[in-house]
T-cell receptor, first 112, second 114 residues
Framework: GDSVTQMEGPVTLSEEACLTI???????????LFWYVQYPGEGLQLLLK?????DKGSNKGFEATYRKETTSFHLEKGSVQVSDSAVYFC???????????FGSGTRLLVRP | NAGVMQNPRHLVRRRGQEARLRCSPM?????VYWYRQLPEEGLKFMVY????????ESGMPKERFSAEFPKEGPSILRIQQVVRGDSAAYFC????????????FGPGTRLTVL
């Protein structure tokens, strides 16, 4: 069945370091892809999304490109801040349905 | 603009008791979804509801679990006779009618079964 695999955390970085969180997917068709972020004590928030191959989603300095050839949607940021410390979830959905399929989440800790 | 509200945030139950989790969707949202996150795993879809209707409960365990979204009031996820394996974070999300994959999530309820 459809699934999402994320790199395991925690990922610990110093402030202003570059970030990459890997995400790959398995799907029978052409899903939409999402990154959600969960700050401590809060619900998941949609960070960015891409709906077709080669689309790039971006928000708050984060970017991810939908790569059909490698079935990947890696999250990147050029310079992280302490306030980016959170858990990041990669997700997909097929055919614009309601049934989001999530990866297991990657915890990011940014030290001053 | 209040977001999705869930209560309680933390719930402790002994084995065999009942757990009731509540979710108030965002204003104007008529679609509610429940997800469960077991330790070290991603969120898993449980059920999709509209007012007074269960649309898809394919992710719900066959026994002890039920959900409702009445005409008035919050959506309720009910777990009867809880067992230790029910310990998890339960997240509710809501969406507008025409954007079902643009879901807004609540902070979750962490259920601990002793």
């Amino acid at each position: 069945g459809d699934s999402v695999t994320q790199m395991e955390g925690p990922v610990t970085l110093s402030e202003e370091a570059c970030l990459t969180i890997n995400c790959t997917y398995t799907a029978t068709g052409y899903p939409s892809l999402f990154w959600y972020v969960q700050y401590p004590g809060e619900g998941l928030q949609l960070l960015l999304k891409a709906t077709k191959a080669d689309d790039k989603g971006s928000n708050k300095g984060f970017e991810a490109t939908y790569r059909k050839e490698t079935t990947s949607f890696h999250l990147e940021k050029g310079s992280v801040q302490v306030s980016d410390s959170a858990v990041y979830f990669c997700a997909l959905d097929m055919d614009s349905s309601y049934k989001l399929i999530f990866g297991s989440g990657t915890r990011l800790l940014v030290r001053p | 603009n209040a977001g999705v509200m869930q209560n309680p945030r933390h719930l402790v139950r002994r084995r065999g008791q009942e757990a009731r989790l509540r979710c108030s969707p965002m204003k104007g949202h008529s679609h509610v979804y429940w997800y469960r996150q077991l330790p070290e795993e991603g969120l898993k879809f449980m059920v999709y509801l509209q007012k007074e209707n269960i649309i898809d409960e394919s992710g719900m365990p066959k026994e002890r679990f039920s959900a409702e979204f009445p005409k008035e009031g919050p959506s309720i996820l009910r777990i009867q006779q809880v067992v230790r394996g029910d310990s998890a974070a339960y997240f509710c999300a809501s969406s507008p009618k025409d954007q079902m994959n643009e879901q807004f999530f609540g902070p979750g309820t962490r259920l601990t079964v002793l």
